[in-house]
């Protein structure tokens, strides 16, 4: 039940993919948002298992590595808000994305943070009895951090989906949305080289 709700705690944090799942939601709909947004579940999935690599197999992380993936990570993100950011929106606009490009562009999104190997890595060992099977654990914590995003995606799904669908609202929403996904890359980058430096 505690890792069940420190995973709350974390998934409800507006991240990038939090961000981009209520952005969807006002201009495209709940459906359209709510399909879209299992796109991280394959990336929190494979960020899971490279976290229960390590740890089975006590392998540190490279940091060099781990520096790059969040450079590329934090410019794809910069890309996706500067996009929203710039896009233009009116009444008729919706349905205009493909739930294939939105389910993409949560997968790149999730996969995109490493920090998340960095989370997994934290939490789950607190959570872990070295008496029972270790991959039997891996399972159930896995699923209930999998459950927990899940339900927190689809919070912020339905608070999205109760605020106004006027265009010139949208294009608010669109302007802030996008702002604070470039400002989220911009604290990786930061993070990033000052821990190079």
């Known amino acids: 039940m505690i890792f069940f709700l420190?995973?709350?705690?974390?998934?409800?944090?507006?991240?990038?993919?939090?961000?981009?799942?209520?952005?969807?939601t006002i201009k495209e709909g709940v459906f359209y948002s709510m399909t879209g947004c299992l796109g991280r579940f394959p990336s929190y999935l494979l960020l899971m298992?490279?976290?229960?690599?390590?740890?089975?197999?006590?392998?540190g992380i490279n940091d060099n590595v781990l520096n790059v993936a969040q450079v590329i990570g934090s410019f794809y993100i910069v890309f996706l808000g500067v996009k929203i950011f710039r896009a233009v929106s009116s009444g008729d606009e919706s349905n205009n994305v493909s739930n294939k490009s939105?389910?993409?562009?949560?997968?790149?999104?999730?996969?995109?943070?490493p920090?998340?190997?960095?989370?997994?890595?934290?939490?789950?060992?607190?959570?872990i009895n070295k008496t029972d099977s270790f991959f039997l654990q891996f399972l159930l914590l896995g699923s209930l951090a999998m459950l927990a995003e899940l339900l927190m995606a689809y919070s912020y799904i339905l608070l999205a989906s109760l605020l106004p669908k006027k265009s010139t609202f949208i294009q608010s929403i669109n302007k802030v949305s996008g702002?604070?996904?470039?400002?989220?890359?911009?604290?990786?980058?930061?993070?990033?080289?000052?821990?190079?430096?």
């Open 6 to 24: 420190n995973c709350i705690a974390l998934s409800s944090l507006p991240g990038p993919n939090n961000i981009l799942c209520f952005n969807y």
């Open 102 to 113: 939105h389910f993409l562009q949560e997968f790149w999104t999730a996969l995109s943070n």
């Open 49 to 59: 298992s490279v976290s229960v690599f390590l740890l089975f197999f006590t392998i």
């Open 115 to 127: 920090k998340a190997i960095l989370v997994f890595l934290a939490i789950f060992p607190n959570f």
């Open 179 to 197: 702002a604070a996904l470039v400002i989220m890359a911009g604290l990786m980058l930061y993070n990033t080289f000052s821990n190079i430096i």
